[in-house]
């Protein structure tokens, strides 16, 4: 019961309004520089993605379930490195083309878009 109450009390310390408030005003300016340049880099990687799709011919429809494929790439890149990168890539790559997509234009989205190697068999 001892750790149930000391656990209580270490949430609602963290949790304080007014300090959170006074975390976050801190911790702000160093948070938009982080944001801003993931979102220079995912507008990096969306346009190299549409340019992959412009020369493939892909139908504009389907551009959205193609840049969410590379923005879930780019999201696994965020955590992931190495032979753990290439599974999850390849692991990505199985659940788009089971919902129809082109396999070749999604590797050449992983390779030219994205820079990720192709995982090893």
């Known amino acids: 019961m001892a750790d149930i109450v000391r656990r209580l009390e270490r949430w609602r310390v963290k949790t304080d309004p007014d300090k959170v408030c006074e975390r976050l005003k801190e911790l702000r300016p160093s948070m938009e520089r982080r944001q801003e340049m993931q979102q220079l880099l995912l507008v990096e990687i969306e346009t190299k993605?549409?340019?992959?799709?412009?020369?493939?011919?892909?139908?504009?429809m389907l551009y959205p379930f193609y840049l969410n494929f590379a923005r879930e790439i780019y999201s696994r890149r965020l955590r992931f490195s190495g032979p753990s990168l290439a599974r999850e890539i390849g692991i990505l790559l199985e659940k788009w083309v089971m919902r129809t997509l082109d396999r070749e234009v999604l590797k050449r989205i992983r390779d030219e878009a994205l820079s990720v190697p192709e995982p090893a068999p």
């Open 49 to 60: 993605a549409k340019q992959v799709l412009d020369s493939a011919n892909i139908p504009t």
